[in-house]
């Protein structure tokens, strides 16, 4: 049973495009979402996160934006660049629960020039 | 990049060999975790820790055992290695409920021939 999904698997986007990415849970005990960036051959990194008492979040070029009434939560990247290239996951994380995050299978973006 | 050291980094071993991977931290971070990384399923919980001698399983824990004796050493041993355990593993720390960045390492490519 997959707590997270993650769509679409691979995103191709041109150089100043919007990429979006998508993430739908169903356990209401989720609350903290982080967004994960993975260059090749290196470890998952933080990219951004919230939680579900705020609807958006905005870092620079990446937002996430959260509903909670629909349980989804999505990571927009504007003005995308061909250094945004890399795979990004999606995570929630269970209140109470050992702080062990739960992942998506993963999104490859590749940002042509 | 936080204080997380996995060893070895490469490895290929034969089928019915036990392994073990070791993940050290110099963070003095409660939470140490294991996951491995397969195309197609994203990130997967193996093992994690809560404490020194605090250990529980993931989602994936067949075939996995754990130990961790100190704060800073989490152990990741392969009974009798498959192929099916053939992957990238990468080992994460967490500092807490306050404190919610999982930390992960570089990881490592273990192929079971």
């Known amino acids: 049973q997959q707590q997270v999904k993650q769509s679409p698997q691979s995103l191709i986007v041109q150089k100043g495009g919007i990429s979006i990415i998508n993430c739908a849970y169903e356990n209401t005990a989720f609350d903290y979402f982080p967004w994960y960036q993975q260059f090749p051959g290196k470890g998952p990194a933080l990219l951004i996160a919230i939680r579900p008492d705020v609807s958006e979040k905005k870092e620079g070029r990446f937002t996430i934006s959260f509903n909670k009434s629909a349980k989804q939560f999505s990571l927009h990247i504007m003005d995308s660049q061909p250094g945004d290239s890399a795979t990004y996951f999606c995570?929630?994380?269970?209140?109470?629960?050992?702080?062990?995050?739960?992942f998506g299978k993963g999104t490859k973006l590749t940002v042509n020039p | 990049d936080a204080g997380i050291t996995q060893s070895p980094r490469h490895k290929v071993t034969e089928t019915g060999t036990p392994v073990t991977l070791r993940c050290h931290q110099t963070?003095?971070?409660?939470?140490m975790y294991w996951y491995r990384q397969d195309p197609g399923h994203g990130l997967r919980l193996i093992h994690y820790s809560y404490g020194v001698k605090d250990t529980d399983k993931g989602e994936v824990s067949d075939g996995y055992s754990v130990s961790r004796s100190k704060t800073e050493d989490f152990l990741l041993t392969l009974e009798s290695a498959t192929s099916s355990q053939t992957s990238v593993y990468f080992c994460?720390?967490?500092?807490?409920?306050?404190?919610?960045?999982?930390?992960f390492g570089q990881g490592t490519r273990l192929t079971v021939v």
């Open positions: 963070e003095n971070h409660r939470y």
């Open positions: 994460a720390i967490s500092a807490g409920p306050m404190n919610t960045e999982a930390f």
């Open positions: 995570a929630a994380r269970k209140k109470g629960g050992s702080e062990k995050l739960v």
